[in-house]
């Protein structure tokens, strides 16, 4: 009985998964407002960085699709991963008050 199930869960699963994909973001006033004070407090971040350290602002893509998106290629003067990393659990609050892991619709 649970091996016929198991599989109609997994298909609802990814139906229900999947209704929700493409559509676009909803970001509270309260967000937006923190999304632009978050960017002007990284003005001397490049868009690299930006887009690794808070990735909701920009594209899905960005980072992987440096054809479409120039401005994601890596370059020397990016910052390190551990950088980014550190910068992330410095600033934990601020990424969650930007709604980070949200991405634009």
């Not at 003005?43 to 690794?52: F, I, K, Q, T, V």
């Not at 920009?58 to 992987?64: I, M």
């Not at 440096?66 to 934990?92: F, L, N, P, V, Y």
Request: with cysteine; proline share 6%.
């Amino acid at each position: 009985m649970v091996r016929r199930l198991a599989p109609l869960a997994l298909i609802a699963a990814l139906v229900v998964g999947g209704c929700a994909y493409g559509t676009p973001a909803r970001l509270t006033p309260a967000q937006r407002q923190a999304r632009v004070a978050f960017i002007k407090a990284h003005r001397g971040y490049s868009d690299r960085d930006l887009a690794r350290l808070c990735p909701g602002l920009y594209p899905r893509d960005f980072l992987t699709n440096t054809k479409h998106w120039r401005a994601g290629e890596a370059r020397s003067g990016d910052r390190s991963a551990s950088a980014i990393a550190a910068a992330r659990t410095r600033q934990a609050a601020d990424l969650r008050a930007a709604a980070c892991d949200v991405f634009p619709g």
